[in-house]
């Protein structure tokens, strides 16, 4: 036999073996938690940690991948004999869809890479790491143990590269609802997502919604600063009105400490609200202290849009300090700019 075609055979030999030894050492995924590189990633699947995440605390804590199937021989998977598994499957009960789903899971546990990327979703974040090729066997005995599992390389992650949680707020839905697919293992359209978010890569078009947003800021405060100090007055009451507050106090006027008293309905709590065109650190320090001599209010907003240096901020949580970049973020938000822009002269 030719030397090329015995070196091809010995290979193919080798890939039918089963896999006894696992491979070690460096992994893709332990170099990448080391550093902030780019993850050279072959394939990324969900993987539901047990039927309603049973086992996610044990494989998150002992840096497991579990898998179930204990009907199905684990020798017969590691063989590749999935004729034999199909049968098994078909004994399970399952019909024509659910032997071809059975089976697409089993070959995708068995035979993806070291360089495919799991993750799961508990405890409100997404969790993710990479796994060593070698399917180990759980105990037969422990029906309530995973029948099968491989052995994470890395361990398992819940934040980005960089160190950025991946609670499940703050990530689209469309990844999220992954967790409420009814099998164990599955590819997602999400993938090329999950990996910037991984890897602190911004979405294109959300860094795009970022610099027009910024704009518009910008814009927003140049109006602010333009308006008259009437309509200055009228539009942080109009924010705290749209922001759930009840004013329990006339608008100005001549009230001697305070522009507006106000209630929050829901929680009860009460504000003092000083407004301020133009302002300067001793003026703000001046009514901060009469808040404080007060006593009967929760909370002390000093908002105004313009001063000669930027004002220094309380340590105190009651206080609250809103210059102009505050307050255009907050009119975006409760929807003002049509209002301000009719102001305009």
Same mark, same amino acid.
């Given at each position: 036999?030719?030397?090329?075609?015995?070196?091809?055979?010995?290979?193919?030999?080798?890939?039918?073996?089963?896999?006894?030894?696992?491979?070690?050492?460096?992994?893709?995924?332990?170099?990448?938690?080391?550093?902030?590189?780019?993850?050279?990633?072959?394939?990324?699947?969900?993987?539901?940690?047990?039927?309603?995440?049973?086992?996610?605390?044990?494989?998150?804590?002992?840096?497991?991948?579990?898998?179930?199937?204990?009907?199905?021989?684990?020798?017969?998977?590691?063989?590749?004999?999935?004729?034999?598994?199909?049968?098994? !499957? @078909?004994?399970?009960?399952?019909?024509?869809?659910?032997?071809?789903?059975?089976?697409?899971?089993? =070959? *995708? +546990?068995?035979? /993806?890479?070291?360089?495919?990327?799991?993750?799961?979703?508990?405890?409100?974040?997404?969790?993710?790491?990479?796994?060593?090729?070698?399917?180990?066997?759980?105990?037969?005995?422990?029906?309530?143990?995973?029948?099968?599992?491989?052995?994470?390389?890395?361990?398992?992650?819940?934040?980005?590269?960089?160190?950025?949680?991946?609670?499940?707020?703050?990530?689209?839905?469309?990844?999220?609802?992954?967790?409420?697919?009814?099998?164990?293992?599955?590819?997602?359209?999400?993938?090329?997502?999950?990996?910037?978010?991984?890897?602190?890569?911004?979405?294109?078009?959300?860094?795009?919604?970022?610099? !027009? @947003?910024?704009?518009?800021?910008?814009?927003?405060?140049?109006?602010?600063?333009?308006?008259?100090? =009437? *309509? +200055?007055?009228? /539009?942080?009451?109009?924010?705290?009105?749209?922001?759930?507050?009840?004013?329990?106090?006339?608008?100005?006027?001549?009230?001697?400490?305070?522009?507006?008293?106000?209630?929050?309905?829901?929680?009860?709590?009460?504000?003092?609200?000083?407004?301020?065109?133009?302002?300067?650190?001793?003026?703000?320090?001046?009514?901060?202290?009469?808040?404080?001599?007060?006593?009967?209010?929760?909370?002390?907003?000093?908002?105004?849009?313009?001063?000669?240096?930027?004002?220094?901020?309380?340590?105190?949580?009651?206080?609250?300090?809103?210059?102009?970049?505050?307050?255009?973020?907050?009119?975006?938000?409760?929807?003002?700019?049509?209002?301000?822009?009719?102001?305009?002269?």
């Amino acid at each position: 036999m030719p030397k090329k075609n015995r070196a091809a055979s010995r290979l193919e030999a080798r890939r039918r073996e089963p896999a006894i030894v696992c491979r070690m050492g460096v992994s893709t995924a332990e170099r990448a938690l080391g550093r902030s590189i780019a993850l050279k990633v072959g394939a990324v699947r969900y993987i539901k940690l047990g039927e309603g995440g049973k086992w996610a605390a044990e494989a998150l804590r002992n840096d497991i991948l579990p898998f179930g199937y204990r009907a199905v021989d684990h020798a017969a998977c590691v063989a590749g004999n999935w004729e034999k598994v199909r049968q098994q !499957l @078909i004994a399970m009960g399952r019909k024509n869809g659910g032997v071809g789903q059975g089976l697409r899971e089993l =070959k *995708d +546990f068995y035979q /993806l890479g070291s360089d495919t990327l799991w993750f799961t979703i508990a405890d409100g974040h997404v969790w993710w790491t990479f796994a060593e090729t070698c399917v180990l066997e759980g105990h037969k005995n422990d029906l309530d143990a995973p029948s099968r599992f491989r052995r994470t390389t890395g361990g398992w992650r819940n934040t980005s590269l960089s160190g950025i949680p991946l609670g499940i707020r703050s990530l689209s839905s469309a990844l999220i609802s992954t967790a409420n697919y009814q099998m164990t293992l599955c590819a997602v359209k999400q993938a090329n997502y999950l990996l910037r978010r991984i890897q602190g890569e911004s979405e294109p078009l959300r860094e795009k919604a970022e610099t !027009l @947003i910024s704009h518009l800021t910008a814009t927003t405060e140049g109006m602010i600063r333009k308006l008259d100090w =009437k *309509d +200055f007055e009228t /539009l942080v009451d109009l924010i705290f009105h749209r922001g759930g507050w009840q004013r329990i106090s006339q608008l100005g006027g001549e009230q001697a400490d305070v522009d507006l008293v106000l209630r929050q309905p829901i929680s009860g709590e009460t504000a003092w609200v000083q407004i301020k065109s133009r302002s300067s650190q001793a003026e703000f320090e001046d009514y901060l202290g009469r808040f404080r001599r007060d006593g009967n209010y929760d909370h002390f907003f000093f908002v105004y849009h313009s001063a000669p240096k930027p004002l220094r901020p309380s340590a105190d949580p009651r206080v609250h300090l809103w210059p102009a970049a505050k307050i255009a973020s907050a009119a975006i938000d409760a929807g003002l700019l049509k209002w301000l822009s009719d102001r305009m002269t």
